[in-house]
């Protein structure tokens, strides 16, 4: 019989996802917790596991469409009634339990669904006839079969990446090996076949000036429409929310840093941490810790429904990080309860996993107070926008050697901005202050730290 399986509750109430990629295709046989396809949602990319054992029939969405939660994504041929109802709930408790929230709303269909038809005109990869001769048999293109090849290991940034220079990333691999494959990679094939960004405006030249000096005038779009989907219309939608919703105030405070810089290049220098890298920005994020004890408004939030201010009793650190799918705002947990070195290898994990694209959903719900390191992109200062239902954030600003007055004479200093923004209704201008030099004052003078709890 056919098994029908919808589109599950991925978690924090996301009402759609977008199919990445399908990993399975009709024919094919899939166990119990196979991962079917990758779907990205508005906080992250998610690898779906089949719920059943069973044959793949049809597929009802391409890669790149977005589908809405409880609607139809895949159907499945199963051995019999009786096995296709118990699959999802036997199968589960005997061999494995199913990793996402739910799975969706119970099968309905009663017979063969009409297979749909693929949609034509999609952008033709980038192939090269020198790869493809040197390459496995099988993954030399057929117009008779379309091979089945094990997927090249890569990240579903480098995929996406691949993807909008329209390359086939079974084509690296011939070339890379039986290795995870890089954005270098593909950036540096895209360089050997000549495509630099420009495949889907039809250019392909290895000389990237040569586009400028023979292309006709008028001969390029005028314009690039890009969807509005996934990370970036949830970071719009949120940001506007926020910025209509509270009441921003944002102080500035430039600060002498040269202590605690001096501080990090002595943990350098230890051979005892030389496996955890402590940076500025980990400074940081023990003062605010540590000062968020002493102006608890900061790490509140606004309870519109029932008329009530929420003070956290923990901290909840939110870092912001900057990839290819996005602006996203990860959380470490309990940050308060971390020391020094733990806070360090924690920020480094968070910037990993959401460089590679694979932050769970969980990692980005809640969070009570934030942190935005604008400093590496070489920024001064900023006004940062408060994420819904936190009172403040953080914007730490690029350490820069400068001159200051320094015990009654001009030196040459390490100096860095910090910009706080605060929602006006839970922090007033004192409390901002007081938090935003508690900060500074740990960030002069490291010490300092052992006068708070």
């Avoid at 391409?62 to 999802?88: H, K, R, S």
């Avoid at 039809?202 to 990237?208: C, N, V, Y």
């Avoid at 690039?224 to 500035?252: C, D, E, L, N």
């Avoid at 202590?259 to 941490?273: I, K, P, V, W």
Wanted: proline share 6%; charged share 20%; aromatic share 4%.
């Amino acid at each position: 019989m056919i098994a029908e399986f919808r589109l599950p509750d991925l978690g924090e109430g996301l009402a759609e996802a977008e199919v990445v990629q399908w990993l399975v295709a009709p024919g094919d046989t899939v166990a119990l917790n196979q991962t079917l396809a990758e779907v990205e949602t508005a906080k992250a990319v998610v690898e779906l596991p089949s719920p059943y054992e069973g044959t793949v029939a049809t597929l009802h969405a391409e890669a790149g469409e977005t589908v809405a939660v409880g609607a139809a994504l895949i159907d499945f041929e199963v051995g019999g009634e009786e096995e296709a109802a118990a699959a999802p709930i036997t199968a589960a408790a005997e061999k494995a339990e199913p990793n996402l929230v739910g799975y969706g709303a119970a099968p309905t269909s009663t017979g063969r669904p009409a297979r749909r038809a693929r949609r034509a005109g999609a952008t033709p990869l980038v192939v090269d006839t020198a790869v493809l001769e040197a390459a496995p048999h099988d993954a030399t293109p057929s117009a008779a079969v379309e091979p089945v090849v094990e997927r090249p290991r890569s990240t579903p940034p480098v995929r996406a990446h691949a993807k909008r220079l329209g390359i086939d990333l079974v084509l690296v691999a011939a070339e890379v090996g039986d290795r995870l494959i890089t954005r270098a990679d593909v950036d540096a094939y895209a360089e050997r076949v000549g495509v630099h960004g420009q495949a889907a405006a039809g250019i392909q030249t290895a000389d990237p000036v040569r586009p400028f000096l023979s292309v006709a005038p008028g001969s390029l779009e005028r314009e690039t429409r890009i969807p509005i989907r996934g990370v970036r219309k949830h970071t719009a939608a949120a940001m506007v929310q926020s910025a209509f919703t509270a009441p921003h105030v944002t102080v500035f405070h430039t600060v002498d840093v040269t202590a605690t810089m001096e501080l990090l290049a002595g943990f350098r220098a230890d051979r005892t941490l030389s496996e955890h890298r402590i940076g500025p920005l980990t400074v940081v994020a023990k003062a605010v810790c540590l000062a968020l004890g002493r102006t608890p408004g900061l790490n509140s939030r606004w309870d519109e429904a029932a008329g009530e201010i929420v003070q956290h009793n923990y901290v909840d650190l939110g870092i912001a990080a900057a990839t290819e799918r996005g602006l996203i705002v990860p959380m470490i947990r309990d940050a308060e309860r971390l020391t020094l070195v733990e806070l360090a290898d924690s920020v480094r994990t968070l910037a990993e996993v959401a460089r590679s694209g694979k932050t769970s959903p969980a990692e980005l719900a809640g969070g009570t107070f934030s942190i935005s390191n604008i400093g590496v992109f070489g920024v001064d200062a900023g006004t940062p926008i408060l994420p819904p239902g936190q009172s403040g954030i953080l914007a730490v600003g690029a350490v820069r050697r400068q001159p200051w007055e320094f015990r009654g004479e001009i030196a040459l200093r390490q100096m860095m901005t910090l910009s706080l923004s605060f929602d006006h209704r839970l922090v007033d201008g004192a409390e901002g202050a007081r938090f935003l030099k508690d900060v500074a004052d740990i960030l002069e003078e490291p010490g300092r730290a052992m006068l708070l709890r």
